[in-house]
Nanobody, 116 residues
Framework: QVQLVESGGGLVQAGGSLRLSCAAS????????MGWYRQAPGKQRELVAT???????NYADSIKGRFTISRDNAKNTVYLQMNSLKPEDTAVYYC??????????WGQGTLVTVSS
């Protein structure tokens, strides 16, 4: 059974930084492209960044140049370094496979709140 545990969120002032972590178990982490997603209050969940097994990355335009996704296959963990945070980055952040299927359950997410 796949289990995803996100951590590292918190309250930060605009311009600040946070580093999110996502520990995966129950999957062969090394063979999957992984993604970070976020859901802001009142909005649909959106994909913000992906990283392939080989380390190639892609970012949504809204976070490009500010966020960096990385992975440690030995630790079954994917990270999201978030710099220059803005109030509009406030959301619950989740990781999951990419592309995700309906059978890939979400973790509990980690809340990031950016104050102005």
């Amino acid at each position: 059974q796949v289990q995803l545990v996100e951590s590292g969120g918190g309250l930060v002032q605009a311009g600040g930084s946070l580093r999110l972590s996502c520990a995966a178990s129950g999957i062969d982490f090394r063979i999957w492209t992984m993604g970070w997603y976020r859901q802001a209050p009142g909005k649909q969940r959106e994909l913000v960044a992906t990283i392939t097994t080989g380390g190639s990355t892609n970012y949504a335009d809204s976070i490009k140049g500010r966020f960096t996704i990385s992975r440690d296959n030995a630790k079954n963990t994917v990270y999201l370094q978030m710099n220059s945070l803005k109030p509009e980055d406030t959301a619950v952040y989740y990781c999951n496979k990419f592309p995700r299927t309906p059978w890939d359950a979400w973790g509990q997410g980690t809340l990031v709140t950016v104050s102005s």
